[in-house]
């Protein structure tokens, strides 16, 4: 009895290893395709979840950077670790200029923020910036690039909240 189990556990894992190598089943086309982690990839993908998008200029000196519009809010979004066209991470950054404002800056507000989500704000010289990354090296889906940047959006509405 026993040796029949481990014969049908054998036949059910080899005929399902190719579905599971990619063999048998074509990839789901759609928001679950892996994209290619490329400037223009990931600018088609942001702008196919909805949002305007402007590739800023290149400079040889510095990795790919484009802004985004979501709805009132400018978010600088850039890449990081690009070789060969392939990058390895993304990054979001919304900032708030406070330059004007006599007070100093509240880093106390940013600890007690940075203690409690997964964003990261600080403060620099006058302005309060609020950032999220991440990883894109081998790719990523469209669904997941939308979740992020709809969760980075969402913090970005409750940490202006939080600003004096």
């Not at 190719?18 to 759609?30: I, S, T």
């Not at 809010?73 to 950054?93: D, H, M, P, Q």
């Not at 997964?118 to 620099?124: D, G, I, L, P, S």
């Not at 309060?128 to 990883?135: A, G, K, Q, R």
Request: proline fraction near 5%.
């Amino acid at each position: 009895m026993k040796k029949n189990l481990v014969s049908a556990a054998l036949l059910v894992l080899t005929l399902s290893a190719p579905a599971l190598a990619g063999g048998a089943a074509a990839p789901m086309a759609g928001a679950g395709q892996v994209v290619a982690a490329t400037p223009a990839a990931l600018m088609a993908a942001l702008k196919e979840a909805g949002y305007r998008v402007t590739m800023d200029p290149v400079s040889p000196d510095s990795d790919p950077s484009m802004t985004v519009m979501a709805g009132d809010y400018e978010v600088s979004v850039w890449l990081s670790n690009c070789k060969a066209g392939s990058c390895g991470r993304v990054t979001a950054s919304t900032s708030w200029d406070y330059s004007d404002s006599e007070e100093e800056l509240d880093t106390a507000l940013v600890n007690d923020w940075n203690g409690n989500y997964y964003t990261q704000a600080y403060a620099y010289e006058g302005a309060y910036y609020l950032d999220s990354s991440m990883p894109i090296s081998g790719g990523y889906t469209r669904a997941t690039l939308k979740a992020w940047m709809t969760d980075y959006l969402s913090d970005v509405k409750d940490f202006e909240l939080e600003l004096p």
